[in-house]
């Protein structure tokens, strides 16, 4: 529509604000259309014409910096079922951070199936969903076209043809099944990657990390970025080698995280000796001990003592200051070997009581049978049972009824459903929240009843997880039959 159509059409519509007739005043294409009826027939011929003017013809241009995308990936799994929607809607509502909406997409995965994107889509710098929605990611982060087929494997050449998120999984899947490949595949492509890429690319050599990665993970201390030279000098230490020459004097960071622990001996017979954290003497203390906590490795400062990573964590003693706790349970978890890791969390889960709560820290680093053997002894102890919201990267459905009922976690969550403390109340939603994802489909039905008998609403939006948890075996089993 030229200038002259537009002031043409204005011109109508003025007329009929005011009431006036308006058929001369249209285009001559108009009229032909027009003409030949009643004076009124033409004036409503007139004005429908103007209506789809209006909507279709001055309709603003897209701008010329919008780009034209290609559709969203089809995903691996089939999409949720529309019935679920709803639950799975209110679920993700309850669900108060990225974290726990995480959670919900786990859990809808491991029972076989993919969320609507009109629900939720992954971010693009997300690493914590699951793999099966690499193609979404990728579509996120607008670096277009498919994922390259699967069944293709991630070599040199076809490097730039597998999208970040694509590679990301190639590469962990490579490093459990052949980590010597991949490791020479990082080697010659991180180089050429910005720094964020790069400290993505090497952190993945925590799968299958062994003896001979050591070399290239040596070479990245001559890397631009302090990031990967530190994260470098963290996987040197789980081998149990220094990344960095310490010269031991007093300038040497774990010579002075040293001086903040006191080393005693115990025992009358057989003497050995005991770590326990110095008393600090002002707040400047506690923030300096922090930061080497955070920077030196736990093999360094396990040397300085004359002590190895076992014989150190075996002589710590935990209790004593309880900051202190967490900063060595944190080094361990980052620079601490697989057999430290183990040993320090059998430790702590045989010996029960609040020191096990330590093992938390660790869980990224254990395995499946660790992580769930904590999980059921926190169920075990009601005075830590909101613990259990922070264990990270524990399986999805798998808690079965015993193991929430022969402990104290029910008769605790019953309770605080049943009192009037507002603060024990929410503190049980967020619990029902994690259970909800923990349990089997069967153990969430039953928790359901439980707590609804106790007194909780069964609409209440902190049974969003376990009943959309139910909600998905019923639907598998209608599928099934």
């Not at 890397?223 to 310490?246: C, P, T």
Request: aromatic letters at 6%; a neutral charge.
């Amino acid at each position: 529509m030229n200038e002259g159509e537009q002031t043409g059409l204005a011109t109508m519509r003025d007329c009929w604000i005011t009431g006036g007739a308006t058929f001369d005043l249209a285009p001559t294409a108009w009229k032909t259309i027009a003409g030949g009826a009643s004076p009124d027939e033409q004036e409503r011929r007139l004005l429908a014409i103007a209506a789809q003017a209006l909507d279709v013809a001055l309709r603003p241009a897209a701008p010329k910096t919008l780009k034209r995308r290609l559709p969203l990936p089809r995903l691996a799994l089939p999409m949720l079922p529309e019935r679920l929607r709803p639950l799975l809607r209110a679920a993700l509502k309850q669900a108060v951070d990225a974290r726990r909406k995480t959670r919900v997409v786990t859990l809808v995965a491991s029972r076989g199936f993919v969320l609507h994107p009109m629900d939720w889509m992954p971010a693009a710098s997300d690493q914590s969903s699951p793999d099966v929605y690499a193609p979404w990611i990728d579509w996120q982060a607008n670096v277009g076209g498919e994922r390259h087929a699967p069944q293709d494997k991630l070599t040199v050449e076809n490097w730039d043809e597998f999208y970040p998120a694509a590679r990301r999984i190639a590469l962990a899947d490579m490093r459990r099944s052949n980590p010597a490949s991949a490791r020479l595949l990082i080697e010659a492509k991180a180089s050429g990657e910005p720094a964020e890429v790069r400290l993505a690319l090497i952190e993945l050599m925590r799968f299958g990390l062994g003896a001979e990665d050591a070399p290239f993970l040596k070479s990245l201390s001559a890397d631009r970025s302090g990031k990967v030279r530190e994260l470098a000098d963290r996987m040197l230490a789980r081998l149990g080698e220094h990344g960095r020459s310490n010269d031991g004097g007093p300038d040497d960071p774990a010579a002075e995280l040293a001086a903040f622990i006191s080393e005693s001996k115990s025992g009358f017979i057989r003497r050995r000796s005991i770590y326990t954290p110095a008393k600090l003497k002002s707040p400047a203390q506690e923030k300096r001990r922090a930061e080497l906590f955070e920077t030196c490795n736990l093999v360094e400062l396990a040397a300085r003592f004359g002590a190895t990573e076992p014989e150190f964590i075996g002589a710590w003693q935990f209790g004593a200051d309880n900051d202190a706790d967490i900063l060595i349970a944190q080094m361990v978890a980052a620079s601490g070997s697989d057999a430290a890791v183990t040993h320090m969390a059998d430790a702590l889960v045989a010996g029960g009581g609040k020191p096990a709560l330590l093992a938390l820290h660790l869980t990224p680093r254990l395995d499946s049978r660790r992580r769930r053997a904590l999980v059921r002894l926190i169920l075990k102890q009601a005075n830590y049972l909101s613990a259990i919201n922070l264990a990270e990267g524990i399986d999805a459905g798998w808690l079965e009824w015993d193991d929430l009922s022969n402990g104290s976690a029910l008769a605790a969550l019953r309770s605080a459903v049943a009192g009037n403390d507002d603060a024990r109340r929410r503190g049980a939603d967020d619990i029902l929240e994690t259970i909800g994802f923990l349990a089997t489909a069967t153990t969430a039905a039953k928790l359901i009843d439980e707590v609804v008998a106790a007194g909780m609403p069964p609409a209440a939006p902190s049974l969003g997880v376990l009943r959309l948890n139910a909600a998905l075996a019923e639907h598998q089993s209608l599928t099934d039959t």
